[in-house]
């Protein structure tokens, strides 16, 4: 089956601070990946999304970064608010018609 | 545009009840996703359908879980005999023609079984 694993469960990081979540992913086939925010009692927002033939793709004050080398993705937030507070999670495809999700990382902004 | 709505947003079921999950897609999306999310894990996969067919529903349970898409209304998510461990935030999500097309989450309905 999939795996996608993040490295921290959490990460807490001061108000105006860059922040950057990490997400290993082990199958190498996968081509689409995005980076998803849920607040709490929330469904999941969609941040920012990337393919396979792209390293890296920017967005409003986030980044996304794709190593396929060592299969690992990263979301660099910059300038992190409080309202950025929430679980972020990875999500990969592999051309089918599911996204396999991480567990997620917990970010907690401190004002 | 409403986005993908979902109710009920909560829902209590006592063991062995059934429970009916609705998931109406965002306007001109025909293509519905159902995931479930158990207490701090990711979403799992459960179901994929397009207007009135199942297309993968690898991901659904054998047993007591089903799921329909009818021409007209909105996306049911049906558990029969419902059991603790049934427990989860169970998501929708929709897309216009596929998941390379963009994918909306609703916000979930919260599902307890007592």
């Known amino acids: 089956g999939e795996s996608v694993g993040l490295h921290l469960p959490t990460l807490s990081v001061q108000e105006g601070d860059n922040s950057i979540i990490n997400c290993a992913y082990s199958?190498?086939?996968?081509?689409?990946f995005i980076w998803y925010k849920q607040e709490s009692g929330k469904g999941p927002q969609f941040i920012i999304d990337?393919?396979?033939?792209?390293d890296k793709r920017q967005g409003q004050r986030v980044t996304v970064l794709l190593n396929k080398t060592v299969k690992h993705l990263s979301l660099q937030i910059a300038a992190t608010q409080p309202g950025d507070s929430a679980v972020y999670f990875c999500?990969?495809?592999?051309?089918?018609?599911?996204?396999?999700f991480g567990t997620g990382t917990s970010l907690t902004v401190i004002p | 545009n409403a986005g993908v709505m979902q109710n009920p947003r909560h829902l209590v079921r006592r063991r062995g009840q059934e429970a009916r999950l609705r998931c109406s897609p965002m306007?001109?999306?025909?293509?519905v996703y159902w995931y479930r999310q158990l207490p701090e894990e990711g979403l799992k996969f459960m179901v994929y359908?397009?207007?009135?067919?199942?297309?993968?529903e690898s991901g659904m349970p054998k047993e007591r879980f089903s799921a329909e898409f009818p021409k007209e209304g909105p996306s049911i998510l049906r558990i029969q005999q419902v059991v603790r461990g049934d427990s989860a935030a169970y998501f929708c999500?929709?897309?216009?023609?596929?998941?390379?097309?963009?994918?909306?989450f609703g916000s979930g309905t919260r599902l307890t079984v007592v």
């Open positions: 199958n190498s086939a996968s081509d689409y």
């Open positions: 999500a929709s897309s216009p023609q596929g998941l390379d097309s963009g994918y909306t």
């Open positions: 359908l397009q207007k009135e067919n199942i297309i993968d």
């Open positions: 306007k001109g999306h025909s293509h």
């Open positions: 999500a990969e495809n592999e051309r089918g018609n599911q996204f396999y």
């Open positions: 990337i393919r396979s033939n792209m």
